[in-house]
């Protein structure tokens, strides 16, 4: 449970950030993780975006962190055999930092083709001046013990890159979120906020593994005119997909984006099923065009979000585009990736693993009186170092591995 110190100090901080109410005020938009978050990435898994999170390297704040998390709910007996990035998406980070909602930059990763177990994939990784290089994926094993994260460094720019099987970085009690929004629906203006409780903190995402996809690239890389810079993850796929007589799937014409996310996430808990589709795999400038805020601000009123609360999301998802905001210039330090209170996603300091996001957002949709599923921490510590996910879990306790064959 949170502690009474903890809640004074998240309200006083909720308060605070009210008294700004302009679009430098954090951007909360979803009651949900972006997990299954519409009937397409249902389907497609292996495009669906499970979360993503950008903040300054807590050692070097000169340095730009990038996750993307896809392909979520992977239990640990079967990583083995799906740690298999799919070789048709193209996973991309859309950067705006001139403050225009269409994107000035992206950051593309594709994957070679991959069979899983003891092969690893080939990523080329372009950047945004068009330059590239290659890496490999981190093999997952049925171990006890993962293999350590496989990173390459770009000699050239700089640039770390890791991708393979993590521990799910994000943690919320999804049950009762789910129970909430649907009690919403079926209540508007009367949500049931009781049924956060009543599970009493179980982590939905405990246990679970995900795909991951990380950067670490110099800050300057990415700076523009803008004094914030914004991010949002996509995969996409292009519009032709032939299957040869081999089996062999070949892509061709424009890419289309299939999931995508800025903050944490509006398809689950503010956009309602018959859009969900269509705003998975539409894009920031749609947002600015005020496509969906007739959809969301019916959703903020359902739960009982009043004006000047429901404003301030408005502001931040319909303005400027589904995008995750960072100011270069909020400090970031601490374990984890960062857990500064002066640092992280209250203070546009971008979301970091630590932010306990759930509970701030239901707080502010709940009108800065505090509102939690009780899951404040996530049910492995993160790495106090690049790619600070945490290790995956693994399907053997130690003394009951398999045999040294499969090491």
């Known amino acids: 449970m949170i502690s009474r110190k903890s809640t004074t100090a998240l309200l006083g901080a909720l308060v605070s950030i009210a008294a700004l109410a302009v679009w430098l005020a954090p951007p909360v938009r979803t009651v949900a993780s972006n997990h299954i978050d519409s009937p397409i990435s249902t389907q497609e898994r292996g495009a669906n975006i499970t979360d993503d999170w950008a903040f300054l390297d807590p050692n070097d704040n000169s340095k730009l962190v990038l996750i993307m998390g896809t392909q979520g709910f992977i239990i640990p007996g079967e990583h083995f055999g799906m740690s298999i990035f799919d070789p048709h998406l193209r996973y991309r980070w859309m950067i705006s930092n001139s403050g225009n909602p269409q994107p000035d930059e992206n950051i593309d990763v594709t994957y070679a083709p991959g069979v899983g177990r003891l092969t690893a994939q080939t990523a080329t990784i372009t950047l945004p001046d068009g330059k590239h290089f290659t890496a490999q994926t981190t093999i997952a094993t049925q171990m ?8 390459t460094t770009d000699p050239a720019t700089g640039v770390k890159f890791f991708a393979g099987v993590m521990d799910d970085p994000f943690f ?25 409780g009543r599970r009493g903190g179980r982590d939905t995402y405990a246990g679970f593994n995900t795909l991951i996809t990380a950067l670490e690239l110099p800050l300057s890389m990415l700076k523009g005119s803008a004094p914030k810079i914004g991010f949002e993850a996509a995969t996409q796929r292009q519009a032709i997909q032939t299957a040869g007589d081999d089996g062999a799937i070949t892509g061709s014409g424009e890419w289309k984006t299939v999931d995508r996310e800025g903050f944490p996430l509006v398809t689950n808990g503010l956009i309602p099923s018959p859009l969900k589709d269509k705003f998975a795999t539409s894009n920031p400038e749609a947002d600015a065009q005020g496509v969906f805020k007739a959809a969301i601000m019916a959703s903020l009123k359902a739960v009982g979000t009043d004006d000047a609360h429901a404003q301030m999301v408005l502001d931040t998802t319909v303005t400027h585009g589904d995008y995750l905001f960072l100011d270069p210039k909020v400090p970031n330090s601490g374990r ?11 203070k546009n300091g971008g979301r970091r693993l630590e932010d306990v996001t759930p509970t701030l957002v239901f707080t502010l949709l709940n009108n800065g009186q505090l509102l939690t599923d009780h899951v404040v921490k996530n049910d492995k510590a993160f790495r106090n170092q690049f790619p600070f996910v945490a290790d995956p879990h693994q399907p053997n306790a130690p003394g009951h591995e398999p045999s040294p064959f499969f090491q």
Do not use: E
């Open 336 to 346: 984890g990736g960062g857990n500064n209170p002066s640092g992280g996603i209250l």
């Open 144 to 151: 006890a013990q993962p293999n350590p994260p496989d990173i």
């Open 172 to 196: 919320l009690d999804d049950t009762g979120a789910n129970l909430f929004v649907a009690s919403a629906t079926m209540n508007p203006g009367h949500p049931d906020k009781s049924v956060l």
